[in-house]
């Protein structure tokens, strides 16, 4: 499972990355099949509280690509409500085998 994150126009911390690593991989134990993730985190209107976008896509074999997006004050609370959606639509899936 690799993991690739991208930011748009700005410069990521690394305590943002280790963050989003730590929380990605807990993907892996709801489906070890997961190939790819993609996180890709924006802000949106700086001037605005809310600004922080984070889109999370996960790839799993014999199975639609699976997207989340979601704006927040933070990065880390926009990234653990894609986590959150994400790991719902991953346990759909484990239900319908």
Known sequence: METRIKAIHFD???KLTAFINKKTERLGRHNENITDIDVTLKVVK???AMNKE???KVQVPQ???IVATKVA???E???DLCIE???RQLEKIKGKK
């Open 12 to 14: 990521i911390a690394e």
């Open 46 to 48: 700086p001037e605005t």
């Open 54 to 56: 984070a889109l999370i």
């Open 63 to 65: 199975h639609d690509d």
């Open 73 to 75: 004050d933070t990065f």
């Open 77 to 79: 609370e926009a990234i």
């Open 85 to 87: 959606a994400i790991e």
